[in-house]
Nanobody, 120 residues
């Protein structure tokens, strides 16, 4: 089974930048779409961005033009470059991967989350 470990969160001022990384380890038949979600205090978890194994991307409208998702398939790692950060971006950011196990079963995997705090 795949495990996901995020890194790169922290405290940044409005207008600043952060880069999140999520490394996948373990065994799977394949890792398909990967993505980032976030959950702010008192709010539901929402999609930030996703990227397919062939590089197709999808973004939440609120981050378009500011965030960029990318992946390195050789390193089983997905990144989220966040620029022009706003206080509304403050949240716990979770990495997500849609995997197929060695038994050919679909399995969605989540990381433990990394906190991003944007101060005004």
């Amino acid at each position: 089974q795949v495990q996901l470990v995020e890194s790169g969160g922290g405290l940044v001022q409005t207008g600043g930048s952060l880069r999140l990384s999520c490394a996948a380890s373990g065994i799977a038949f394949s890792i398909n779409d990967m993505g980032w979600y976030r959950q702010a205090p008192g709010k539901q978890r929402e999609l930030v961005a996703t990227i397919s194994s062939d590089g197709s991307t999808n973004y939440n409208d609120s981050v378009k033009g500011r965030f960029t998702i990318s992946r390195d398939n050789a390193k089983y790692t997905v990144y989220l470059q966040m620029n022009s950060l706003k206080p509304d971006d403050t949240a716990v950011y979770y990495c997500n991967a849609e995997t197929v196990t060695m038994r050919r079963r679909n399995l969605e995997v989540w990381g433990q989350g990394t906190l991003v705090t944007v101060s005004s």
